[in-house]
């Protein structure tokens, strides 16, 4: 079955890193996705990952893949007050065109 | 801007009520999704439309339907409004129905039912 799961609440100080993880449980996902969403806005895809790679980068953003343990990562370096917001990850498998959404976490960085 | 618009951003309705809302993708962008995001659900798939014709359905209510029209914009209906259909709905689209293609998501139509 589709499960995705991710911590509800995170919170940092301006210019610390943040890393908000994230388990999902089908093994067939193919696709792993983060997107961002601010208060009164859509969601905005940052980044994504092949299931066949470890490691992604995308300037202050790295993405991390476990494939073993299920697990996705997203760390962002020099967190800034504009990266507050609630990041989702999604996963998505061959032959299914859906998106499967975690719970989303809430990403608060202070001054 | 992701280029998906949806309308309206907000609505007011009441219970028993049936809305619609529209949704126009991306240009070249021939899928269309709808999601919706409540509290206690989260975020989840209703269903999705390439080039016009049905491709996947999800979690979708019997009292609700959707369509794809020719010139590709979507409307989503709700009828027979309960309170708990109170959401925000999002509309994504994608350039087709390959795996590996992004969806890019509106602002989405906050729905109050009073």
């Known amino acids: 079955g589709e499960d995705v799961e991710q911590s509800l609440f995170l919170s940092v100080r301006e210019g610390d890193s943040s890393v908000i993880n994230c388990t999902y449980t089908?093994?067939?996902?193919?696709?792993l996705y983060w997107y961002k969403q601010e208060p009164g806005a859509g969601l905005q895809l940052l980044t994504y990952i092949f299931s066949n790679m470890d490691m992604k980068q995308d300037q202050r953003l790295t993405v991390l893949l476990n494939k073993k343990d299920k697990h996705l990562s997203l760390r962002i370096a020099d967190t800034q007050t504009g990266d507050s917001a609630i990041y989702f990850c999604a996963e998505r498998n061959t032959g299914f065109q859906k998106l499967v959404f975690g719970t989303g976490t809430r990403l608060l960085v202070s001054p | 801007d992701s280029g998906v618009t949806q309308t309206p951003k907000h609505l007011i309705t009441a219970t028993g009520q049936r809305v619609t809302l529209r949704c126009s993708p991306r240009s070249g962008d021939l899928s269309v999704y709808w999601y919706q995001q409540s509290l206690d659900q989260g975020l989840q798939f209703l269903i999705q439309y390439y080039n016009g014709e049905e491709r996947a359905k999800g979690n979708i209510l019997e009292r609700f339907s959707a369509q794809q029209f020719p010139d590709l914009h979507s409307e989503l209906n709700l009828s027979s409004l309960e309170l708990g259909d109170s959401a925000l709905y999002f509309c994504?689209?994608?350039?087709?129905?390959?795996?590996?293609?992004?969806?890019?998501f509106g602002s989405g139509t906050q729905l109050s039912v009073l």
């Open positions: 089908d093994s067939s996902s193919t696709y």
């Open positions: 994504a689209s994608s350039v087709g129905t390959e795996t590996n293609e992004k969806l890019f």
